[in-house]
């Protein structure tokens, strides 16, 4: 029966389509059933992480499902948010940058704020800056951005700029977790008014 038995080109690609589609069946799953403690959140994209931060393998786990699924958009931010939870800032970036190439969503951009930040965590502000300064112009009102260019400007020591960007986040958002933490902020400010 020397005969070659395999799954021709069409089959595969069913067989690919429908472990995605549990892939993401489970990551959905997972991630509206487990939020206990340990899980982590994106500060500016709302991802929750959907493993305990703690788990020794949620790293190779999530690498070896990636290797499997290299254009599976929501494994790259899994992996990014994992690299941002452990200080591995470079692989984070690496990682994001992959989401938004391979997720076509509107809110996509978002992770431009994650970008930020970690540039900000090696030491790289002026890459930060950029970033925010545009994000600033194409989304001026956005709570996000507000937030993080009003961080970037009291880091800066511009502290009427940071003042008058997290104002601005308070009155338009007031709800928001980023008014919430812009409160804070401007207490350690202090008021000038």
Avoid: C
């Avoid at 030491?123 to 800056?129: E, N, V």
């Amino acid at each position: 029966m020397g005969g070659k038995s395999g799954l021709s080109g069409k089959d595969k690609l069913i067989l690919l389509g429908i472990v995605a589609l549990m892939v993401t069946a489970v990551l959905l799953y997972r991630q509206k059933s487990v939020q206990p403690q340990g899980t982590t959140q994106s500060s500016s994209t709302g991802v929750v992480s959907l493993m305990p931060a703690d788990s020794a393998d949620e790293l190779a786990h999530f690498e070896a499902m990636f290797k499997a699924h290299p254009d599976h958009a929501p494994i790259a931010l899994q992996l990014a948010n994992i690299h941002s939870d452990r200080q591995q800032h470079k692989e984070a970036i690496e990682y994001y940058y992959i989401y938004m190439k391979l997720d076509s969503s509107s809110k996509v951009w978002e992770s431009y704020l994650d970008i930020a930040r970690e540039y900000f965590q090696i030491g790289m502000r002026d890459s930060s800056r950029i970033i925010l300064h545009r994000l600033g112009s194409l989304y001026p009102d956005h709570p996000g951005v507000l937030y993080n260019n009003g961080a970037l400007a009291a880091n800066d020591g511009l502290i009427e700029e940071a003042r008058e960007r997290w104002k601005r986040l308070i009155e338009i958002a007031p709800d928001s977790p980023e008014a919430a933490t812009a409160r804070q902020g401007l207490i350690k400010l202090g008021s000038n008014d």
